[in-house]
């Protein structure tokens, strides 16, 4: 494991085994050519499939490379949450798996750290952001409702919170997901209530983003899904409750 690790980048995988050794093999040469003291987290959330195994194979060259194990299934916010709370960089960036934002975006979000701020999030939604590839209408039309939903329901100001690459400072990264309760995909946006609430500077930063169709997010059941977190988030924001577990 490399010593005074700079940036850890969380992975959460689900039955990616087609295209996850793509995706790690990206992130490894980016972070080399940048000679980036880095590690990766690959957090496998209960696949069927052998996505640690595609992954181990492909990163058995990286040293600052791990994978986490969780039993089962939990959901998105459970694995990231899992791979945050291990994590050893100064900085902690999770990413989609599919990296339907490129790692180079990062090079857009450490300058906003430096000056100061403690969590920078992709947003697709503003007008510099690059879509090289949009989603299916419908579920780009349910994307919109969700992110209304957010701004009436829990939280205003934030165009997307669903982007998946968002750069924490380290100890920001730590109060915030020790805190965090939702497991499934609506866990982006307690993250920013949490963040909000604890009195973190948050920027919001145009990105390239490319749909990929091999969405985990089931079109029905996922929405219903995220609908029901969402009202358990605004429960937690109405209670205004920041104790750790």
């Known amino acids: 494991m490399a010593k005074n690790i700079y940036l850890t980048v969380v992975v959460p995988a689900y039955n990616e085994e087609q295209r996850i ?13 940048r ?6 987290i690959l957090v496998d959330d209960g696949s069927n499939d052998r996505t640690a195994e595609v992954a181990g194979e492909i990163m058995k060259d990286y040293p600052a490379f791990r994978i986490i194990m969780l039993p089962a299934n939990r959901g ?9 709370l291990q994590a050893s960089g100064e900085l902690v960036l999770f990413t989609d798996a599919d990296l339907s934002t490129p790692i180079e975006e990062l090079e857009k979000f450490l300058p906003l750290i430096r000056e100061g701020y403690d969590l920078v999030i992709g947003c697709r939604a503003l007008p510099e952001s690059v879509i090289k590839k949009r989603q299916g209408w419908l579920r780009e039309r349910l994307g919109k409702c969700f992110n ?40 982006d946006v ?5 963040a ?3 009195g973190y500077k948050i920027a919001q930063v145009p990105v390239v983003w490319v749909n990929h169709p091999q969405s985990r997010v089931r079109l029905v059941r ?18 205004d409750t920041l104790s750790c577990p």
């Open 222 to 239: 996922g929405s219903l899904g995220m609908f029901l977190e969402l009202l358990k988030i605004r429960r937690k924001k109405n209670g």
């Open 35 to 40: 000679h980036l003291d880095a590690e990766i």
């Open 190 to 194: 307690e993250v920013l209530l949490l």
């Open 21 to 33: 050794g793509f995706s790690l093999f990206r992130l490894k040469d980016y972070l080399q050519s």
């Open 148 to 187: 209304l939903l957010v701004r009436l329901l829990v939280i205003k100001g934030f165009r997307d919170t669903q982007c998946g690459f968002k750069l924490f400072r380290k100890e920001a990264a730590r109060e915030i997901f020790l805190r965090l309760d939702t497991e499934g995909f609506a866990f």
């Open 76 to 84: 998105k916010g459970a694995a990231v949450r899992a791979g945050v």
């Open 196 to 198: 909000r609430q604890l």
